[in-house]
């Protein structure tokens, strides 16, 4: 069973995780789920939703349809003695999903100081894939700087640009066609939307 470590942060567009966590753990996935407290806020005052702290998984998706049989746990982003703190445990992907702009800068220079941070860094001193999905606009210099910064160091850059190739009508088709993107730099085959056919 492969193990993601996904991480919702403060930045707008948190139903994107909230989805990508749906979507994770109808397969054959552990996630392990961490939801810093800017996240909190803004699932709040977007989404109307309180997640708790840390954040309860049933609650971030109850809307969204409910969990599937993955296995889902939940790290406390002040929690720096995690296991996912340390390249020890066996992780095979990371998502940062919404990715705000202070947790791309501080995963870009190192110099991060919670458990998201902290993780992300693993991941890069590891060798393992890491996405991380900005959700800002328009850019500074500073952000496109950070980007460049973490695309050279292998990272995946991902911003939340939906695709509009499959023509969605609803907010939920917008949300699935960025979602199932992310599901494929991850590799699962997901079809939430309709492939692009030429």
Not at 13 to 23: A, D, K, N
Not at 57 to 83: C, F, K, M, N, Q
Request: aromatic share 2%; charged share 20%.
């Amino acid at each position: 069973m492969a193990r993601v470590v996904l991480a919702i942060t403060g930045a707008s567009g948190t139903r994107y995780g909230r989805r990508l966590l749906q979507v994770l753990s109808s397969l054959p996935v552990t996630v392990d789920l961490v939801v810093s407290a800017g996240a909190r806020l803004v699932l709040s005052s977007e989404e109307g939703i309180d997640p708790g702290s840390p954040a309860d998984p049933g609650r971030l998706v109850a809307d969204l349809g409910g969990l599937g049989e993955g296995a889902i746990t939940v790290h406390d982003p002040a929690d720096v003695s995690s296991p996912i703190a340390s390249g020890s445990p066996l992780v095979d992907a990371m998502v940062i999903l919404p990715c705000s702009m202070a947790t791309l800068g501080a995963v870009a220079s190192g110099a991060g100081h919670n458990l998201v941070h902290r993780a992300a860094d693993v991941t890069m001193k590891e060798g393992r894939p890491l996405l991380v999905c900005p959700r800002e606009a328009p850019l500074s210099p500073i952000h496109l700087r950070n980007m460049l910064r973490l695309s050279e160091a292998g990272v995946c850059v991902l911003p939340c640009a939906p695709p509009f190739s499959h023509r969605p009508t609803t907010l939920d088709g917008l949300v699935d066609g960025l979602v199932m993107r992310v599901c494929d730099r991850l590799g699962f085959r997901t079809e939430l939307v309709p492939r692009w056919d030429g």
